[in-house]
Structure formats: structure tokens, C-alpha cells
């Protein structure tokens, strides 16, 4: 791609690039980082010098392809088009700039995978989400989604036996109990202004049901936006409590005898406009328009197979277990948490407008750019087949008759399975993006396999 910001300086500079170097420059910004999400679920990407920023927002930062190859062990795969030849550029997105406030002279935006003349690459997670984005607008809609993240605050400490470090909770607090809110107080705030700092809208907050366990919310946004809030929440977690001394872990399971960390996705569909919710409806026993029982047919229809994009490491799994409220069945109910989909009561005083779904099976472990992109392709396809999702479920579905609600896939290996076999998904996807996941997803179901699960713990609770 050409130098859109030469030294001749043909290319003028677009506001949110002129913002993005006025607060480089005032703030005292040396290093910004360009963020990308991996198909392993990692975060990763490189910084520009404040020197050399002008340029590369324009050019990004030349990078290997191999890397969308790369498992969250840092083991590279066997992908054709994806190995020592080939380079992309991570190019960021300048109205997602934001100063780190836990590591002063820095900042980051989230970025795009391009081909080094600019064009969108087929492997690029953001490419996907966009593409789905726009898929939906065809039909007149928007998506509206907030991640409901949770993490466990503690400390990584040494094994006394000279094993793998340990995670060691922040407390033994109960559930929502205040020992909880005054033993991580210090921690909980910085996080709060960390957060409100860089735009996120904090909305609430509590100790959960895990020893160390926090759960902390943020304001829903447009879809994209949201995925991209997600990535920004998820760095600062970690950022604020490694400048604290502490560690952070969104892992699903960090800690095996503890509750584990979702980060459940709440989904409505607006027009284009973002005026109206066509999720609500006023007249419907549980307010819910015919287009969303579509939507949640897709979805359920789809369920086996995007649990290995939204729940997308092995970890994972071990959280997916009945009792815990983190959903194991194929299932939608009204206010039911261990649906795989719950229809969330309203809030407020237009329960038309906060009609809402919130989607159980996901977590901090997966790409955020798939996982909520597939969500939209199953849901779309829903409301092009009209599918029915059958009646809801009003009891805890374990509760039921063996094999009357089927069963999540209860390993990765099992859910890669069953996304292999989904043609709609595979489809959206596309050849390669398909081919490297399954590689990536694949080696890291093995690798796991051969180690125990303290193996699995410390590399899951020290990577997310």
C-alpha cells in the first residue's frame, strides 16, 4: 500500500487521524501498540514510535501471515499460505485510539489484518465481523451486543514444589457479599477510571460466586464497537493489576474448583437507524417479536458448532457444566440461566425498547470479532429460514428426562466437530480463515490432552 501520509503530504490527514497525533503529541505518547485479536484468542500486535506514527497510520506495521497460524501455546501450525512467506499489515483504526492509563507514555488501537496493498485479507477477525455486520444490514438491521464479562483477581506465585506458578485468589469472598466489594476495592477502582478513561461505559459491578471472582459490565455499543470494547476491557483487567502487582485472569476456568469466568454476550437487533428495537414486542407473553424467536432458531439451530468459536479453547469446556449457570444445553427460556440463550426480563420503563438476548456459552478465551460474527450468521440464517425454536424452557434443563434437551459439546474437540460439519458457518468463514481455525483450535485440543490439568490451568490462566 502506498504511503498515504508521504513527506510531500499529498494525502491529508482525516479527523481521526489528526486526533490521534494531536493526542500523541500533547499527552506524551511515545509507543502505540496496534491490537489484533489471534484465531488461539490471544491478544497480540506491535507498537509505532510517536516518530513514525504519521506514517504508519497509514501503512501499519508489516507483519508475517504465519502468526494467524500461531496456537495459544505459541506453537506454530501447518497452514498452507499461512507459513514463512507472505506479509500483512496490522492497520489501525484511529477512532479506537486510546491512552493506557496503566502503563503511562503508551497507547493502543485496535487494528486490521490487510494485504501490503491495502485490501482487506480474507484471515483478518475484524474483516469477518464487518462482513456479518454488513450481511445483516441487507436486511435492515443492526446489531446491538455488550460483553458480560468475568475474571478472577489474585496473584501468580511460585509452586512450592517447584511446579507450574499458581494462581492464588484475591480473596474467599461469598457471592455479591461486601467482603468481597472492600477486599478488591482499590484494585476495582482504578479499573473503573482505567476504564472510563478510554471511553467504556461502566455500568455495574460485584464479587461473584468464585473465590477472587469479579464481574464488571460496560455499556452495550454497535457491534463492532462492542467486539472492540471487549479487547480494550480485556487488556485493561490485566494492565491495571499487573501495575498493581496483582494478576487477572479472564480465563473460562482458571481455578478448578471455583466458578469459572463467562463473558456473556447480550444481543438485540435495531434498524439501521438504531431508532427502533425489532426484538420487542409489547403484545408477546414474554416481549419478544416474531423475528426474535427466528433469530434464537438460528442460533439454537447453529448452537453445537459455535460453541467452538465462542467458548473456542479447551479450557472452555470445563466451564460448560450443568449446575453452574454457564449453560450445557441446547435450550432458550425466559430468564433461565442454564439456557444456552435466556430471554433477559426489561429494564426500565420501555420494555419494548430493552428487549434483549443473552447468549451463555461464550467467553473471554475466544476471538471476540468470530465468536460475535458467527452469532450474527446463525441468527441470520434463522431469520431467512424462519425457523422455529421450539417452546422455551421454564425448568433448569438437567432437571428433565435424559436426552429430552441435547447436550452442548462438552470438549473442544467435540464442538471443532461439529463446526466442521456446519455448512452455513464453514461458508461464512470462508476457505482459509476455516482451514487455519481448525488447524489452530486442533493442536491445542491435542496438546492439552497429553498434559495434565494443572498444565491446562496455569498456560490458560497466564495467556487470557
Known amino acids: 500500500m502506498a504511503d498515504r501520509h508521504s513527506v510531500t503530504g499529498a494525502h491529508p490527514l482525516d479527523p481521526d487521524e489528526r486526533r490521534v497525533l494531536e493526542r500523541a503529541e500533547t499527552e506524551g505518547i511515545e509507543l502505540v501498540r ?18 513514525r506514527l504519521a506514517e504508519r497510520l497509514g ?20 497452514v498452507e499460505r499461512l507459513g514463512p512467506v507472505g506479509e500483512v499489515r496490522i492497520v489501525p483504526d484511529p477512532a479506537t485510539f486510546v491512552a493506557l492509563p496503566y502503563a503511562p507514555g503508551a497507547a493502543a488501537m485496535v487494528s486490521d489484518l490487510r494485504r501490503p496493498d491495502g485490501s482487506p485479507w480474507e484471515v483478518c477477525p475484524r474483516t469477518f465481523l464487518r462482513e456479518a455486520i454488513d450481511a445483516l444490514a441487507a436486511e435492515g ?8 464479562p468475568e475474571f478472577t483477581l489474585g496473584r501468580r506465585v511460585p509452586h512450592p514444589s517447584g511446579g507450574l506458578d499458581r494462581l492464588v485468589p484475591a480473596d474467599d469472598s461469598l457471592c455479591y457479599a461486601t467482603p468481597g466489594f472492600n477486599q478488591a476495592h482499590d484494585y ?13 461505559h461502566v455500568e455495574h459491578y460485584h464479587p461473584e460466586l468464585g473465590h477472587g471472582q469479579q464481574e464488571l459490565s460496560i455499556r452495550h455499543a454497535p457491534a463492532l464497537r462492542a467486539a472492540d470494547n471487549h479487547v480494550i476491557y480485556r487488556e485493561t483487567v490485566r494492565g491495571v493489576a499487573s501495575a498493581m502487582g496483582l494478576w487477572a485472569s479472564l480465563a473460562p476456568k482458571p481455578l478448578a474448583d471455583q466458578a469459572g469466568n463467562g463473558a456473556h ?5 435495531w434498524d439501521r437507524d438504531l431508532r427502533v428495537n425489532a426484538f420487542g414486542d409489547v403484545g408477546d407473553r414474554y ?3 416474531p423475528l426474535a424467536y427466528r433469530f434464537i432458531g438460528g442460533l439454537l439451530a ?11 479453547s479447551v479450557n472452555g469446556f470445563r466451564r460448560l457444566t450443568p449446575g453452574m449457570w454457564s449453560s450445557a444445553h441446547v435450550c432458550y427460556g425466559m430468564d433461565n440461566r442454564e439456557a444456552a440463550v435466556r430471554i433477559c426480563s426489561p429494564v426500565g420503563g420501555d420494555a419494548e425498547a430493552a428487549a434483549n438476548l443473552e447468549f451463555k456459552p461464550s467467553d473471554s478465551s475466544a476471538n471476540p470479532y468470530l465468536s460475535l460474527g458467527a452469532v450474527i450468521h446463525a441468527g441470520l440464517d434463522g431469520i431467512r429460514r424462519d425457523l422455529d425454536p421450539g417452546d422455551p424452557v421454564d425448568v433448569d434443563p438437567a432437571t428433565l428426562p435424559e436426552g429430552s434437551v441435547p447436550r452442548l459439546p462438552t470438549t473442544l474437540a467435540e464442538a471443532l466437530d461439529a463446526l466442521e460439519a456446519d455448512e452455513l458457518l464453514m461458508n461464512a468463514l470462508g476457505p482459509l480463515r476455516a482451514t487455519a481455525y481448525l488447524a489452530v483450535k486442533r493442536s491445542e485440543a491435542r496438546a492439552f490432552a497429553l498434559q495434565d490439568a494443572d498444565y491446562e490451568l496455569f498456560h490458560h490462566f497466564r495467556v487470557f
Open 34 to 51: 496496534f491490537l489484533y485479536a489471534d484465531h488461539g484468542g490471544v491478544i497480540r500486535g506491535k507498537a509505532a514510535s510517536r516518530s
Open 59 to 78: 501503512s501499519g506495521i508489516g507483519h508475517t501471515v504465519a502468526m494467524m497460524a500461531m496456537n495459544m501455546l505459541d506453537q506454530l501450525q501447518k
Open 141 to 148: 438491521h443492526a446489531l446491538v451486543a455488550a460483553y458480560e
Open 188 to 200: 476495582t477502582m482504578r479499573l473503573v477510571r482505567a476504564l472510563q478513561g478510554q471511553g467504556l
Open 265 to 269: 454476550l447480550h444481543l438485540s437487533l
Open 287 to 289: 416481549g419478544l417479536s
Open 302 to 312: 447453529h448452537l453445537p458448532a459455535l460453541t467452538a468459536l465462542t467458548c473456542g
